[in-house]
């Protein structure tokens, strides 16, 4: 569920360890290189036999040098064979010197990124740098961007035009793939290397609304399903803005793999001739969600990203489509994210899409912002945060006015302080700038006053209020947040200056901006699971405010009409946002680890999440208060810790059937779910002890336990436990070491939880259990439940 923001990832052992340094040395040695050989000789129209005999010279050419062609292939990341020719790959400086020397060879340079800065979020998960390079150390590279992994979205459509899902370089479609791009004669989707797939499903939303249907197609009308797609599997797209702003290269979590859309979301006024009456907000009908799990599943997904939910934790598993259609896709293999909702932050146990199968993602921030600078007649300069990127005609003074001396005919002076809606006069601000207050807590959610007929407003902020603001781009207004001490020097500036013009620069694009980040944005629905608290929910954070991505170029007609169609690439803010990141990173895993089961690959996302911001301090709620992981789960995904977790907690189907039993479910319920028919068993497990990468348990009279099984994914190694205690808490873990002489090898330890002073019960405290063999640090989340 998205808010709109832009409107809206061997030896004797001395000879071993010498090596094993050697190696590491020249891994972190290696740098991208581009080898430039001119032109190619096929002619103006490159056929795909011409562009393969291209490609395989290339690997023919580097091998010469890195002594095979596979080694070629794994080096080469980029063939360039159409036009242009030559290649890109990570190379020792030596190795490039070498080929350099070859003569059929022109040039050998490094790759630098020529962008200001990137799209952000991916930068900021540190799978590239600040530059937009990408280190041999990083995700991306060690599992090829998710070369053919398919991820399925599961939303609104897509947007097909967009240069996030063109093939060019794209190989083959992957044989396993069973699905299709469906035709539509008046509005169709034509699929490519890179887009495999996309269907419609909309006969539940027919019925809900008791309309025929004219336009079926896939395509996306309303630009929610192109963005969450395009977060999760996108392109690399070079020279995208909004409004000047966010510049840089956009691109998903998996940008080699290949994408199918499942469209579920409907919206009456995209027929055409809709009355003016029809409902222009989009609905998700749960039988259509359903199908399109049953169709995702059959064509051969990898991964299922959906940024859709309703009815919270509350709703019984079986009468939730999501949490279903899940359960049968994590069966069979495929890895499901899902958003956790966008209704936080004061309610509890609100949390969307709960079950224990899928990957719920919370949302967080990025160390970006929009700042616009103010300059007042006697030349002060203060600088504000920028939330519409509207820019003011350059060079041009405007009046700065006070909101309470605008005051509207019966309004009072408190509401036109904060500029409430109907308290200013239009006629007294027109072509003006509006200085607001922020108000008192507690309302949740901040819009910058929109007021008729002014050129912008700024608004002094109440720093009690905490961090939740949106962007709203594409607004006709200048809007613009300003510290409270900024406030008071404008507000003297008013009183004390004959003249109370002002000049306002364009708005510019700010990394690192003192702010700590992540930290937990203020609308992600928060935990505990309502359903089943002892199965901590969401389970990760991950970017989700203000996130720059594919957009669809339909004319909106909906409540996003203020969206500019013309635009291609939108910021946009939700869990729906965070939600793709993770999809993204499980297409990475799937790509780097194809034998990991769904459970395996959500385990290294959860256990090697950070639970730090990034000035080394705990994660922080939008207030600037210490946070939980009904907030946050796990903590902030870390792509590249990701993909060498050491150990995981696995679960499988069977698992998953135990617990439902152990929740009320019978036999006769879930006998259809295996062959031969499951039944539950005799001694049913108990709820906490389910294997999941996160412990919580109820608060004990004396001494409680859970046990967890963990599986090596490593080397062999071993690893000791370290306790992070809960407050008023004592636990315990046995053994406290634990030997791996082998892939896949698993072993089981217990958690004992005693109060200090079982009188003196806390409520809901936390603390950590942490695996590690000095390298690798498996972290799970203890959580001793007094309360739910």
């Not at 290269?249 to 998996?254: F, L, V």
């Not at 002076?413 to 507690?442: F, N």
């Not at 791996?740 to 330890?749: C, T």
């Not at 019960?761 to 959580?783: A, H, M």
Request: proline content about 7%; some cysteine.
């Amino acid at each position: 569920m998205g808010i709109q923001t832009s409107s809206r990832p061997l030896f004797l052992l001395a000879a071993t360890l010498v090596l094993s340094l050697f190696q590491n040395a020249v891994a972190a040695s290696k740098k991208p290189y581009i080898v430039y050989l001119g032109a190619h000789s096929h002619g103006p129209q490159a056929t795909v036999e011409d562009c393969a005999r291209a490609t395989d010279s290339h690997y023919e050419l580097l091998g010469s040098v890195l002594g095979s062609k596979e080694k070629a292939g794994e080096a080469i990341f980029y063939s360039y064979n159409k036009h242009i020719n030559g290649f890109a790959a990570t190379l020792e400086e030596e190795e490039a010197n070498l080929i350099r020397e070859h003569p059929g060879v022109i040039s050998v340079f490094e790759c630098i990124n020529y962008e200001l800065q990137t799209t952000r979020s991916w930068a900021f998960l540190h799978v590239e740098g600040d530059d937009g390079s990408v280190s041999n150390s990083s995700i991306w590279t060690t599992a090829k961007y998710g070369s053919d992994s398919i991820i399925a979205n599961i939303d609104s459509g897509v947007w097909p035009e967009s240069a996030s899902f063109k093939d060019d370089g794209f190989g083959d479609i992957p044989t396993r793939w069973k699905g299709e791009c469906q035709k539509d004669a008046t509005d169709g989707v034509t699929c490519n290397k890179k887009l495999i797939g996309a269907k419609s499903f909309y006969h539940g939303f027919e019925a809900a609304n008791n309309v025929t249907l004219n336009v079926t197609s896939p395509r996306d009308h309303h630009g929610h399903g192109t963005h969450t797609l395009s977060t999760a599997a996108g392109n690399f797209v070079p020279d995208v803005e909004v409004l000047g702003n966010a510049k840089g290269t956009a691109k998903g979590g998996s940008p080699h793999a290949r994408v199918a859309a499942y469209k579920v979301c409907w919206n009456l006024c995209d027929e055409p001739n809709a009355p003016p009456t029809a409902s222009c907000r989009g609905q998700c009908n749960g039988a259509d969600l359903l199908a399109a799990f049953d169709a995702a599943i059959q064509d051969g997904v990898d991964v299922i990203s959906v940024s859709l939910g309703g009815g919270a934790g509350s709703m019984d598993y079986f009468s939730d489509s999501s949490a279903i259609g899940a359960f049968h896709a994590v069966a069979k293999g495929i890895t499901v994210a899902c958003s956790a909702g966008n209704s936080g932050p004061f309610l509890l146990g609100i949390v969307n899409n709960a079950a224990p199968w899928v990957i719920t993602v919370a949302a967080s921030t990025i160390d970006r912002d929009f700042k616009q600078t103010i300059t007042s007649t006697n030349n002060q300069k203060i600088q504000g945060r920028s939330f519409t990127l509207k820019s003011l005609d350059s060079g041009k003074k405007y009046t700065l006015i006070r909101a309470v001396d605008a005051i509207a005919a019966n309004a009072s002076k408190d509401d036109a302080t904060l500029c409430e809606p109907h308290s200013i006069d239009a006629a007294k601000v027109e072509g003006k700038i509006v200085l607001c207050q922020r108000g008192p807590p507690p309302p949740l959610l901040d819009n910058f006053p929109v007021l008729p007929g002014a050129a912008g407003t700024i608004v002094i902020d109440n720093e009690k209020r905490g961090d939740n603001f949106l962007m709203t781009a594409f607004m006709d207004q200048v809007h613009l947040l300003i510290s409270e001490k900024d406030g008071q020097a404008l507000q003297s500036t008013i009183r004390d200056s004959k003249s109370n013009d002002l000049s306002i620069s364009g708005p510019t694009t700010e990394l690192k901006t003192g702010r700590p980040a992540p930290a937990v944005a203020y609308f992600s629905s928060p935990g505990p699971n309502y359903h089943n608290p002892l199965i901590t929910k969401p389970d990760v954070a991950a970017p989700g405010v203000n996130i720059l991505a594919a957009y669809s170029q339909a004319p909106k007609k909906d409540e996003d009409s203020s969206l500019d169609p013309s635009v291609p690439y939108h910021l946009l803010s939700g869990t729906s946002m965070a939600c793709p990141h993770v999809a993204g990173v499980a297409g990475l895993l799937k790509t780097l680890h194809p034998d990991w089961s769904p459970a395996a690959i959500k385990s290294a996302i959860l256990t090697t999440a950070t639970i730090l911001d990034d000035e080394g301090n705990p994660i922080k709620n939008f207030m600037g208060s210490q946070t939980d992981p009904w907030r946050f789960g796990a903590g902030n995904i870390q792509p590249n810790s990701a993909m060498d977790p050491g150990l995981v907690y696995d679960l499988t189907t069977t698992d998953y059937l135990n617990f439902l039993c152990s929740m009320g479910y019978n036999s006769t319920q879930l006998a259809h779910f295996t062959d031969p028919p499951y039944a539950c068993p005799k001694q049913k497990i108990e709820e906490h002890n389910l294997n999941y990468p996160m412990i919580a348990i109820r608060y004990p009279t004396t001494t409680a336990t859970a046990t967890r099984t963990v599986k090596n994914v490593g080397p062999p190694g071993t690893y000791k436990v370290q306790v992070t205690q809960p407050v008023g808490i004592t636990v315990s873990v046995t053994p406290s070491t634990l030997e791996f002489k082998s892939v896949g090898e698993e072993k089981p330890y217990t958690v004992e939880v005693t109060p200090n002073k079982p009188n003196q019960k806390p409520i809901n405290v936390l603390g950590y259990i942490t695996w590690s063999d000095g390298t690798r640090n498996v972290r799970s989340n203890i959580i001793v439940l007094d309360r739910w």
